[in-house]
């Protein structure tokens, strides 16, 4: 026997063959009902789409490609795009970038205008930014072209407002909001009803809450709210801050970022984390935090509403069943401000007429009612959605079925913050945010770990916002 | 007639003709990106203000007089520099003598100590944040608890991140001074240590006149090659602290990634990375003549 020559060997090579063809043979078997299987369902899946008075198959044949970022809403959308296939004969391919380089490489793609993605998902603030250098379409004209947009199928207002808002410039909008989230109060109602404590109605009472369950040497601390520095980091929560010690961001046109309610606010912020969060918080993002609190080492927390997806899992939180959900406290101005971010699809305006087309066509099929519920209460998996961007299927049963294991209040308190706490001018919108976003970030953390005093570490970030956006 | 001539000539041209594809890849991967940075250095291109882009001339370079983050960070990569490359000389020249001692396993140790230098920085830099100085789970933090020193936000705080970075490099580079000091020293000639011997002088003596001086090239070596190193180091502190907390990290290369890329001010951020490339050269040609000029 010669083992060197494998391929001399007659019954060898034999073999292999009829082993390659059963395996073709298996293959087929077990595919073909699979396929038969697959096209009968798509036609039942593709008729909510169709009662669209739209031509879906206008651009057939197009391909485009669209960056998101690595996250489950995004994930659900990529297992029914087979189902966009099909309705429209459009390719998609999904690229996934993770959160922290997605702007950079949007900007890249935009200012070089390369036309590599069809579309991204935006961040809100970056609208001044890409509308100042054109580098994105107003979508007014793809909403008012009959051709594209049946308006009574893809009820555009019906898409929650304050993202509307929060993505558009100048009353036109330049994205559509997909995905989005508000920042609530998330607390132990557990612990809270054992002190007789109620949700806070106020940053007074928030801290007296946290004072009254700060135990560090039981591992249980106060509050937490994010303190890594980041312009979607601890300037994911200033702000909020700031409107409700009732400060602004301008002076005329100017960014003003040092006013006497700005100081007031980022003392506050300062002297709560330092006094009722785990030592570790400043370096922490919602992540961390939504742990610490899985952990039971937390009483309270503001963050996203989206995070009771983690603090819910029963795999991995000891406080599922345990948790309720209150709107942002008040500040000393009375006023509560919640955050107003979603991830919105913009189109890009360097691409050729046709893909542009069905890039909206695109957008329109995953920002619709119908694609909204099948990523949510109609997608597999235990954690559902919660992100949805519109408020019939904020109201309907179906979305508070599927949300019931959250905990005490969550719809309520999301819907109640989305509809009455937010402020389109949440943050400054102007085409300088990155720089904005990014001193401010830098400048708080330095104030938080206790490098500069909050006024001076203020003062330096208007020193530098002055020099950055002097003409 | 030039017969000779023309033959020397024509090889000079046909080594030209092999060489030219090489230089001309070289011209377009390094030369045209850098000459591009530096036109970008004279030009504002701020892509939050697109409507402010032009021809500035030496504007940025002035701009950094008045800029606090600037000074910052040029201190910083100072401090950072001349740490990290005599920690890197001083422990490498420490452990190279000992193990010199050691009669058998050298071969284990080199081998061991190649590894960090293998590691990218990027893996580094993430391996110490997550694994050895994240609090309550950190190597280091359990260490610091065990000795009742208490638990420290070894990357959170100003002065301990710095602290940390400058560990960090110093753990990967060490190995390099240590591999080329050992190398060296096992060369050294054993009967001039035998002579000093005879001539009754003490360890201290026969090390500072006599092992000193022979390795100096060695040593003058590694600090060019380390600090060349440290000047445009980035990926570590990158993926250890982003700079921060605050600036507290933020040394000129990384103020100059976040100025054209976060901030997105491509121009203010060329000037910026011109500045660390001139300031690169000129110590590097510094020492290069310090060199000459004892040897």
Known sequence: MNDRLPSTDPSSAARRRLLRQGAALGAAGLAAPWLAGAAHAQEADLAPYRSAKINWRQVEGESIAVAVIPASYFDHLGTLLPQFEALTGIKVRIEKVPPGQIRQKATLDLSSRTGTYGTHAADPMYYPLYVANKWVDPLDR??????????????????????????????????????????VQVYRKDLYDAKGLKPAATLDELVANAKALHDPANRLYGLALRGFAGAGQNMYIYPSLLKGFGGGWFRGKDVVVNSPEAVQALEWYVNTLSQYAPPAVRNWNWPDIADAFSQGTLGCYIDAHSSAAVITNPEKSKVAGKIGYARWPKGPRDKCVTSIWNWGFPINAALPEKAKKATWLFITWATSAETQA????????????????RLSLWKSPEFADAMKGAGDNFIQAALDSLEQDTDVEWRPRVPQWPAIGETLATGIQAALVGQKKPKAALDEAQARIAQLMKG | MRPALTLAAQERRFALALLAPALLALLLVTTVPLVYLAWNSLNRIDLGMPWMSGFAGLDNYAQ????????????????????????????????????????????????????????????????????????????????????????????????????????IHTW???????????????????????????????????????????????????????????????????????????SATEILNLYAYRTSFTELNIGYGSSLAMVLLGITMAVSWLMFRLRKARS
């Open chain 2, 64 to 167: 950094m007089g008045s800029d606090p983050r600037f000074w910052n960070s040029l201190w910083l990569t100072l401090v950072y520099t001349a740490s990290t490359v005599v920690l890197q000389v001083l422990i490498g020249l420490g452990l190279a003598l000992l193990v010199l001692q050691i009669p058998k396993g050298q071969g284990v140790l080199r081998v061991g100590a190649i590894l960090p230098i293998v590691l990218a920085p990027v893996v580094v830099g993430l391996f110490w944040r997550t694994l050895v100085l994240a609090p309550d789970v950190g190597l280091v933090d359990v260490a610091t608890r065990a000795l009742g020193l208490g638990s420290h936000n070894w990357l959170g705080d100003p002065q301990l991140a710095l602290i940390s970075v400058i560990a």
């Open chain 1, 142 to 183: 793809y909403l008012d072209d009959a051709s594209l947009t049946d308006p009574a199928w893809f009820r555009y207002d019906d898409i929650l407002k304050a993202w509307r808002d929060a993505d558009s410039i100048g009353g036109k909008p330049y994205g559509i909001p997909y995905d989005g989230e508000v920042t």
């Open chain 1, 374 to 389: 099948r990523t949510s209460w109609k997608s597999a998996g235990a954690a559902k959605r919660s992100g949805i961007n």
């Open chain 2, 172 to 246: 990967q580079w060490t190995p390099f001074a240590f591999l080329v000091l050992l190398a060296t020293l096992s060369t050294l000639p054993g009967d001039i240590y035998e002579a000093a011997r005879l001539d009754r002088a003490g360890a201290w003596q026969r090390f500072r006149h006599i092992t000193l001086p022979l390795i100096r090239p060695a040593v003058v070596m590694v600090v060019i090659l380390r600090t060349m190193t440290a000047l445009s180091a980035f990926a570590a502190i990158f993926a250890a602290t982003g700079g921060g907390p605050g």
